[in-house]
């Protein structure tokens, strides 16, 4: 079993519709982060969060420690949004120089107009 | 912000031959880069950490000899496929912390799709 899970696999969305992607980690972790790969393969980073709730613009993200889970929210999707959403845990220990990540593998996004 | 600069986006070699991929940072310092690859429809896989002035480690399974990561500067990491095979064929992608203004970002660079003929 990956100490990364996401859900959905694949999510196909129209135009409008509020997108929830979901992450849950078996492991402890020191902070998650929120990715986005783009058809082109390119990757940004959307969020790092060891706590609470981060917002940035329409994106959401929210991490509760206890149930080892985390939520990246969309509102208002734009087929713009289209892309693999990837959240990455750091682990414990894993801070400084030896910042390894666990990836989750990945939530294709559709957002049709 | 901080940026990494990845080069080449794209390279079609034959078989045998080595390819040589660049991250460079721009305008900051990264003192550790890792190197990724990732096959289609599949998650980014670690294959080594580098840092700078010493030498990569690698993960289990990725031949030191044949994926040559050299860090000799503070923005420049290169990743060297040697005797590149068609199953070296993969999007190979670099990343670095960047810890400023008080917050860590993960900065990565836009990967170079490699296809070995």
């Known amino acids: 079993k990956n100490e990364v899970e996401q859900s959905p696999q694949n999510l196909t969305a129209q135009e409008g519709e509020f997108i929830t992607i979901n992450c849950s980690y078996s492991?402890?972790?020191?902070?998650l982060h929120w990715l986005q790969q783009h058809p082109g393969g390119g990757i940004v980073s959307l969020f790092m969060?060891?706590?609470g709730k981060k917002k940035h613009g329409r994106l959401i993200a929210t991490i509760n420690i206890q149930e080892k889970h985390s939520s990246l929210h969309i509102t208002a999707s734009h087929p713009r949004d289209s892309a693999v959403y990837i959240c990455?845990?750091?682990?414990?220990?894993?801070?400084?120089?030896?910042?390894?990540?666990?990836f989750g593998k990945g939530t294709l996004l559709t957002v049709n107009p | 912000g901080a940026v990494v600069s990845q080069h080449p986006s794209r390279v079609i070699c034959k078989s045998g031959t080595s390819v040589k991929i660049e991250c460079r940072s721009l305008?900051?310092?990264?003192?550790?880069m890792f190197w990724y690859r990732q096959f289609p429809k599949q998650s980014l896989m670690l294959m080594a950490t580098?840092?700078?002035?010493?030498?990569?480690?690698?993960e289990q399974g990725v031949e030191k000899d044949k994926f040559l990561i050299n860090h000799a500067s503070l923005t420049l990491s290169t990743l060297t496929v040697t005797s590149a095979h068609p199953e070296d064929s993969s999007f190979y992608i670099c990343?670095?912390?960047?810890f400023g203004s008080g917050a860590n970002v993960l900065t990565f660079g836009a990967g170079s799709r490699l296809t070995v003929l």
């Open positions: 969060l060891s706590s």
């Open positions: 305008d900051f310092q990264a003192t550790t």
């Open positions: 990455a845990a750091l682990l414990t220990n894993s801070g400084g120089s030896n910042y390894k990540l666990t």
């Open positions: 492991v402890g972790i020191s902070a």
């Open positions: 580098s840092n700078e002035g010493s030498k990569a480690t690698y």
């Open positions: 990343s670095t912390p960047f």
